[in-house]
């Protein structure tokens, strides 16, 4: 995916098994260790 | 620069996040960075000199070099960056839309020893929620000529962050974790990457892109 011109290798979404806390796991280009966001639902 | 960059570029920074996988609505809500579970750690910036009072940063496969004059300067990102010397270890980064709409700006200090870095950072957001991050860095053990432990910055240069020598190239590593500060009210928070900068910060706040990028110094 690419966001203004850094373009990200991959970035991979998954979400819990209660639907209530989803994680990305970014792979930028040229930085070495991956960025792990984790968001907590908080509205439906 | 700072988280202030990447958090925004990828969406960490906050907010309301709406995802709407093909086929799939388990991701369509809102939702709220959890920044004690989440990584941004291992952020690398370098800062080089690029000729008298000018400055290549780079983060990634992204660079662009700015002069501590001041002025407007493009960016990879598609916004601009002024960068002024306010002392010999603080610099300061003004980031605009390409419009020349303020977006952040973003205070690096430099530590006495010249081995680590606070970026400090704060703006609106494109929603109008205003936002401050505090990200520390770490120089990387590429900086092979810092001045001594205890050891006051050298006053040769006349460069900002002088203390750091001008080569060789100098890498920045975030700390883990990162410190997050939070000076205005808001629902949502950021974390900057960079970040983020990343930050952003400040690549494009539109594209939610911001100063986690101010890589480093």
Redesign the interface.
């Known amino acids: 995916m690419k ?5 990200f290798t991959t970035m991979d ?1 998954s ?1 819990s098994a209660d ?1 209530k ?2 994680t ?1 796991t ?1 792979h ?17 | 620069m700072t988280s202030l960059h990447l958090a925004l570029a990828l969406g960490t920074s906050v907010g309301a996040l709406l995802l709407t996988p093909q086929g799939d609505d388990s991701y369509t809500g809102t939702w709220k960075l959890n920044v004690a579970k989440s990584k941004f750690t291992g952020q690398r910036d370098k800062v080089a000199a690029a000729g008298a009072n000018a400055w290549t940063f780079s983060y990634g496969t992204s660079s662009w070099t700015v002069k501590t004059d001041g002025s407007d300067t493009p960016t990879p990102f598609g916004n601009t960056v002024a960068l002024q010397a306010e002392s010999p270890t603080t610099w300061r980064f003004s980031w605009k839309a390409p419009n020349g709409q303020a977006l952040a700006t973003e205070t690096w200090t430099l530590s006495a020893d010249g081995k680590s870095m606070s970026r400090v950072s704060s703006g609106t957001r494109e929603s109008g929620e205003r936002f401050s991050d505090t990200t520390q860095m770490n120089a990387s053990r590429e900086l092979k000529d810092s001045p001594a432990p205890g050891r006051p910055p050298s006053s040769r240069s006349q460069h900002p962050l002088s203390s750091l020598p001008a080569r060789p190239p100098r890498v920045w590593i975030s700390r883990c974790p990162l410190r997050t500060s939070r000076s205005h009210a808001r629902t949502t928070e950021s974390q900057m990457p960079p970040t983020a900068l990343a930050s952003p910060p400040v690549r494009r706040l539109h594209a939610r892109s911001v100063a986690s990028q101010f890589n480093s110094l």
């Open positions: 966001i203004g011109d850094k373009t979404w979400i639907g806390q989803v990305s970014a930028d280009t040229g930085v070495p260790e991956p960025y792990v966001g984790v968001y907590d639902r908080v509205a439906k």
